[in-house]
T-cell receptor, first 114, second 113 residues
Framework: KQEVTQIPAALSVPEGENLVLNCSFT??????LQWFRQDPGKGLTSLLL?????REQTSGRLNASLDKSSGRSTLYIAASQPGDSATYLC?????????????FGTGTRLKVLA | NAGVTQTPKFRVLKTGQSMTLLCAQD?????MYWYRQDPGMGLRLIHY???????AKGEVPDGYNVSRLKKQNFLLGLESAAPSQTSVYFC????????????FGDGTRLSIL
């Protein structure tokens, strides 16, 4: 059974710092991996989706990588801003049952200090 | 450009009461999902649907029922609410089964007293 872990649970950094958020998964047969942002009281917003055949995806200041062999994905945020403060969740696509489902991590709560 | 809309946004129920949560999407997505989010446990899949008229169980289906009579709507029902069902419920949709991002609603905060 696929399990997804995010460590640390919370992180505080000063504005302008480059940072990396980590996501680990147990089953290398992951279908794809998606990174989401969740603001307090809101739903999840998809940031980046990496297919199993890809190694990374980029959008603006965000870069996500996927290493299936080591069971890891990272989300790199360049030049962090206070507006980046949110909870970031990763979700691994599990297609082993024949019908595609996502397994979510518990998230990393990021605070960027002005 | 509504995307995924959930109603209601908040609800308080007494134990044993029933209610239905509505999810509507205007993106012509085939797949729809219901999740619950609890502190320290991440999002867990309750039920999902791969198309109009079809539903399937997810990770935590007990105590819930769903229906997808129209492609754009996915209903989540609680027949006899229990305090353990206090949670934030999220609906999501996607165009296909994989390779496409999921789009989420803003959630329904449900408290069972």
């Amino acid at each position: 059974k696929q399990e997804v872990t995010q460590i640390p649970a919370a992180l505080s950094v000063p504005e302008g710092e480059n940072l990396v958020l980590n996501c680990s998964f147990t089953d290398s047969a992951i279908y794809n991996l998606q990174w989401f942002r969740q603001d307090p009281g809101k739903g999840l917003t998809s940031l980046l989706l990496i297919q199993s055949s890809q190694r990374e995806q980029t959008s603006g200041r965000l870069n996500a990588s996927l290493d299936k062999s080591s069971g890891r994905s990272t989300l790199y945020i360049a030049a962090s801003q206070p507006g980046d403060s949110a909870t970031y969740l990763c979700a691994g696509g599990d297609g082993t049952s024949g019908t595609y489902k996502y397994i979510f991590g518990t998230g990393t709560r990021l605070k960027v200090l002005a | 450009n509504a995307g995924v809309t959930q109603t209601p946004k908040f609800r308080v129920l007494k134990t044993g009461q029933s209610m239905t949560l509505l999810c509507a999407q205007d993106m012509n997505h085939e797949y729809m999902y219901w999740y619950r989010q609890d502190p320290g446990m991440g999002l867990r899949l309750i039920h999902y649907s791969v198309g109009e008229g079809t539903t399937a169980k997810g990770e935590v289906p007990d105590g819930y029922n769903v229906s997808r009579l129209k492609k754009q709507n996915f209903l989540l029902g609680l027949e006899s609410a229990a305090p353990s069902q206090t949670s934030v419920y999220f609906c999501a949709s996607s165009y296909t089964s994989g390779g496409q991002p999921q789009h989420f609603g803003d959630g329904t905060r449900l408290s069972i007293l």
